[in-house]
């Protein structure tokens, strides 16, 4: 299979962290991936001031700001009155204290969790699956965000839907699919 | 009955990544592996500088008490310096970072404010740091083996057992 490409020349990102060393190293990585400078904030509050006249295309902020949890600013962005910007994909960080706050995120709409510290290999991963997999988004009264089930796509390569998956060796439908598919196009179906 | 709506909404994300062009994987990887590694020197200083803060908050601890606001302090940095010495390779810091973390925060949810624990942590972290005399491999595991007792001795259980058992990404 050919190495995925991405092209993400003008994408704007917005990455929010209340360390500064981790924001450049987020953001230095962001570059290297050929994206251009993320607009930072440290703290919700910031994000919301710049978010109420703004767009992003990506959002990356850790699981806890200094004001707020990730869980309520995604739950804010992913109102309905914030139009189309409430589609935004979001990227939530998660350090090893802050663990317990994943499902939250989860059920606060983030698009995907990564633990820190995040490797280049594992961020690029994450930002190609969000850009190229579509995930319906629902509205459910109490939930606005994207699909969490994974009936008909993936979750990114080395994610399983269930803990025990990896060790059972679990193959999903669309994996096994994926994969004849890509045999047949090989012309080797087997 | 509530309702229930679906949007299939094309983000700009996908729409500008799709576009002809761009990085191979292995090469925007690479570019910002690269990156990462002219950070080294400042992630050494900032995994210092962390250190030094909570050498200051264990200075200032009296009668081998930390009260909560402390070790919420104390939490904070070793949480910051996990990230840090993972980051730059420096596992047996980040492990011993790790053990810190769970302790500080089986303290605080017991309502305890025992600061020997942390200060055997502290002195560790100061034994793993970067720059300082290299341990053999089962030197570190025995370090990392007595911090174990602690947890054990508390009975506490690591931040990682009691996190969501969702899969996320490393």
């Not at chain 2, 679906?6 to 570019?31: C, Q, S, V, W, Y």
Request: neutral net charge.
């Amino acid at each position: 299979m050919g190495q995925a490409r991405l092209n993400l020349k003008g994408v704007q990102a917005l990455l929010l962290d209340s360390d500064q060393f981790s924001r450049g190293l987020i953001s230095s990585m962001l570059r290297g991936f050929g994206m251009d400078s993320p607009i930072i904030g440290q703290t919700g509050a910031d994000a919301m001031a710049y978010l109420n006249g703004n767009g992003v295309d990506l959002c990356i902020m850790e699981a806890m700001l200094p004001d707020m949890s990730g869980a309520e600013l995604i739950r804010w962005l992913r109102r309905p009155e914030m139009d189309k910007i409430r589609f935004v994909p979001v990227v939530v960080l998660t350090s090893y204290a802050q663990l317990r706050l994943v499902s939250a995120a989860r059920d606060g709409g983030a698009n995907i969790i990564v633990r820190k510290p995040v490797s280049p290999q594992g961020l690029f991963d994450r930002i190609t699956w969000i850009a190229r997999v579509q995930r319906p988004f629902i509205d459910a009264g109490n939930y606005s965000g994207p699909d969490r089930r994974f009936q008909s796509v993936d979750p990114p390569d080395g994610i399983w839907k269930r803990g025990d998956d990896a060790n059972r060796g679990q193959e999903t439908a669309p994996r096994v699919v994926n994969k004849l598919a890509e045999a047949v196009s090989k012309g080797s179906p087997q | 009955m509530k309702t229930v709506m679906t949007h299939f909404p094309e983000t700009r994300l996908a729409k500008l990544a799709a576009r002809p062009g761009g990085l191979m994987r292995d090469i925007a990887i690479e570019n910002a592996m690269k990156s990462i590694e002219s950070m080294r020197g400042e992630g050494d200083e900032a995994i210092k500088r962390e250190m030094d803060e909570i050498d200051k908050i264990m200075a200032g601890m009296q009668k081998n008490r930390l009260p909560a606001d402390q070790l919420k302090m104390v939490l904070h940095r070793a949480d910051l310096i996990v990230t840090l010495a993972a980051t730059f390779g420096y596992e047996p810091l980040a492990r011993c970072m790790r053990s810190l973390c769970d302790v500080a925060d089986g303290l605080l949810h017991n309502g305890l404010d025992d600061g020997a624990p942390v200060a055997v942590h502290v002195r560790s972290m100061r034994l793993l740091a970067p720059g300082s005399a290299v341990l053999s491999p089962p030197q570190v595991e025995v370090v990392l083996g007595e911090l174990a007792k602690i947890l054990t001795h508390y009975d506490f259980s690591p931040i990682s057992k009691q996190a969501d058992q969702i899969p996320i990404a490393k």
